[in-house]
């Protein structure tokens, strides 16, 4: 009941009165039926904007510590989630990305619309990196199909590291639905699951127009940031070398400058 509320009259109008989003493919969406929608993770508002122009429910995965944090604070952090369509991880399994799959297959099992970011994590610089397998691994096991999707502008909106961002029309576009059967009973070949993960890769690309790199996300951050830190590094280095050269540049002027009164030469000493 909450999500609808938020949708139709909290918080939906609000965003599309604002931001007027535009929506292309909506009928690539099954009206009824599970399906999963994969799309690209340029910005935290990602999930706001596209469900925004479904009629149906989308939800998501989140992490446990958003459903569980004690207190009044933590009592309306849940209930904002839970309302906006999230769902918390289900802790049962042995890791996260298990407990994450448990969560997907019981949603999809409901006939409901799950919603994945294959990348795992927001891009830093706007570029789509490599999928992770497990967006293969839930079409399989479901049975479900995939409807690739690329949301446009949210990082103006909402760009990462900042609080404040500037006004665009978001643009969420759906794909054709991918129909995977052809590989049932292969969810564990990883070469099978690799593949579909980069024909789901290769659409959202097509669908967004980013630059593809083929390389994790996570990985790609950190080689980022190890990168400014060198070249913060380097440019201290710099800093130092060059503090160094005007300060002995200084002295020997000082020095020279000193030289004429030390030696006896100086005009004074000529005028008498």
């Not at 967004?208 to 790199?213: D, K, L």
């Not at 080689?223 to 002995?248: C, F, V």
Request: charge should be positive; glycine fraction near 10%.
């Amino acid at each position: 009941m909450l999500y609808w509320f938020l949708k139709w009259i909290a918080l939906g109008p609000v965003l599309r009165l604002v931001f007027r989003p535009k929506a292309f493919g909506v009928d690539n969406v099954p009206e009824v039926g599970p399906a999963i929608l994969a799309s690209n993770h340029l910005s935290y508002a990602d999930w706001l904007f596209m469900p925004l122009t479904l009629n149906r429910r989308v939800t998501f995965v989140a992490k446990a510590e958003y459903f569980t944090t004690p207190g009044i604070k933590g009592w309306f952090q849940k209930k904002f989630f839970t309302g906006a369509g999230q769902v918390p991880i289900d802790r049962s399994g042995a890791n996260a990305a298990e407990g994450a799959m448990k969560s997907a297959m019981r949603i999809l099992g409901q006939g409901e619309l799950f919603g994945i970011y294959p990348e795992g994590t927001r891009s830093h610089d706007g570029r789509l990196y490599r999928g992770k397998t497990g967006v293969a691994r839930l079409a399989l096991e479901s049975g479900a199909p995939v409807v690739p999707c690329a949301v446009v502008g949210t990082d103006v909106v909402a760009p990462n590291g900042k609080v404040y961002g500037t006004w665009t029309r978001p643009v969420v576009r759906f794909g054709k639905p991918l129909d995977f059967s052809r590989y049932a009973g292969m969810e564990n070949d990883r070469y099978i699951l690799r593949s579909i993960t980069d024909e789901i890769m290769y659409e959202i690309m097509r669908l967004s127009g980013q630059e593809y790199v083929d390389l994790y996300a996570a990985k790609a951050k950190e080689l980022d940031k190890e990168a400014k830190e060198k070249a913060k590094q380097a440019a201290a280095a710099h800093r130092s070398e060059a503090d160094a050269r005007d300060g002995s540049g200084t002295d020997r002027a000082d020095r020279d400058g000193a030289s004429p009164d030390r030696t006896g030469d100086g005009p004074e000493q000529k005028a008498s």
